[in-house]
């Protein structure tokens, strides 16, 4: 089946640790995106991905980065130099002359 | 810049009567204009999209929305809500010469009483 994954579904980390959350999709899509979401704000773009080896800061994208080696992988380091990490974090990836976004199952990061 | 406004971070209704989620959109060119469904701790599923082709759009699980231009307005309707429908949905725009970003809206929850 083609889809996008999220690993792990539920996260824990200590304050000051990185931390890093993987996406992976087989639709073959070129864009990749990665979304943070709190309750009652709706979501965020923290970084995204046109084309492999490139990528752009969201609008929230201190604290983060991200690495696009691969056309599946885009993969989000959570920084300790992120102040409030706490968050649902959404994957979603788009295909070239398409607009809407399919999106992963999320992973919850809970900072200890 | 585009922006989403969504009236009511809450709706309820009962069983079987007609839902209404308000959207409003802000953009400077011709949008592309989606709905999105969350279930809790899950991603967002597509309900539908607009892109042009036509200003009733309909899309998944009985919904569907219709593009008002003069009103900047793309609001999600069901005539008969079902409690599988108890979810938070989402507006959301998007604009060709934005690299296709999507711009949220914050969202409304909606609630089914049986």
């Known amino acids: 089946d083609g889809g996008i994954t999220q690993s792990p579904k539920y996260l824990f980390r200590k304050e000051g640790q990185n931390v890093t959350l993987s996406c992976e999709q087989n639709?073959?899509?070129?864009?990749m995106y990665w979304y943070r979401q709190d309750p009652g704000q709706g979501l965020r773009l923290i970084y995204y991905?046109?084309?492999?080896?490139?990528?752009q800061k969201g609008d929230i994208a201190e604290g983060y980065s991200v690495s696009r080696e691969k056309k599946e992988s885009f993969p989000l380091t959570v920084t300790s130099a992120q102040k409030n990490p706490t968050a649902f974090y959404l994957c979603?990836?788009?295909?070239?002359?398409?607009?809407?976004?399919?999106f992963g199952p999320g992973t919850r990061l809970t900072v200890l | 810049a585009q922006s989403v406004t969504q009236l009511g971070s809450h709706v309820s209704v009962s069983e079987g009567a007609l839902v209404l989620l308000r959207c409003n959109y802000s953009?400077?060119?011709?949008?592309?204009l989606f709905w999105y469904v969350q279930y809790p701790n899950q991603g967002l599923q597509l309900l539908l999209k607009?892109?042009?082709?036509?200003?009733l759009v309909k899309g998944i699980n009985g919904f569907e929305a219709e593009f008002k231009k003069s009103e900047t307005s793309f609001h999600l309707t069901k005539p008969s809500a079902h409690m599988s429908d108890a979810a938070e949905y989402f507006c959301?725009?998007?604009?060709?010469?934005?690299?296709?970003?999507?711009?949220f809206g914050g969202g409304t929850r909606l609630m089914v009483k049986p």
């Open positions: 979603a990836s788009r295909a070239q002359g398409r607009n809407e976004q399919f």
């Open positions: 639709l073959n899509h070129d864009a």
């Open positions: 991905s046109q084309i492999v080896n490139d990528f």
């Open positions: 953009s400077s060119v011709p949008p592309y």
């Open positions: 607009y892109t042009s082709a036509a200003t």
């Open positions: 959301a725009v998007s604009v060709g010469n934005a690299g296709n970003m999507l711009t």
